[in-house]
């Protein structure tokens, strides 16, 4: 293979990456703890975007509702970044290239 043919597919790669993360800020996955009582959004790359916290929730266990976002907010990254490896591994083929994303 010659040097010019591996640059053109580099690039062509480092083009669809970067249309891979900018579909990927418009796309969202959701994240909840207590049976639905806390969800939290994301988007692709990892940003929260929204909370929501059901009314009787916040009652007087304040802890409980902290335990209750951080569990949420951890769902909710958690199934961003597999949606981000999702995408990304359809580009890479899978070849396993570390530090991609």
Same mark, same amino acid.
């Given at each position: %293979?010659?040097?010019?043919?591996? %640059?053109?597919?580099? #690039?062509?790669? #480092?083009?669809? %990456?970067?249309?891979? #993360?900018?579909?990927?800020?418009?796309? #969202?996955?959701?994240?909840?703890?207590?049976?639905?009582?806390?969800?939290?959004?994301?988007?692709?790359?990892?940003?929260?975007?929204?909370?929501?916290?059901?009314?009787?929730?916040?009652?007087?266990?304040?802890?409980?509702?902290?335990?209750?976002?951080?569990?949420?907010?951890?769902?909710a990254?958690?199934?961003?970044?597999?949606?981000?490896?999702s995408?990304?591994?359809?580009?890479?083929?899978?070849l396993? %290239?570390?530090?991609?994303?």
């Open positions: %293979m010659n040097m010019d043919k591996i %640059m053109k597919q580099a #690039q062509k790669m #480092q083009a669809q %990456m970067a249309k891979i #993360q900018e579909e990927l800020a418009n796309e #969202q996955v959701e994240g909840s703890a207590g049976g639905g009582m806390v969800t939290v959004t994301a988007n692709g790359q990892g940003d929260v975007v929204a909370v929501r916290i059901e009314p009787e929730v916040a009652g007087d266990d304040v802890e409980m509702l902290e335990d209750l976002v951080l569990a949420a907010v951890n769902d990254l958690r199934k961003s970044k597999e949606l981000a490896n995408r990304m591994s359809q580009l890479t083929g899978g396993g %290239m570390p530090g991609l994303f």
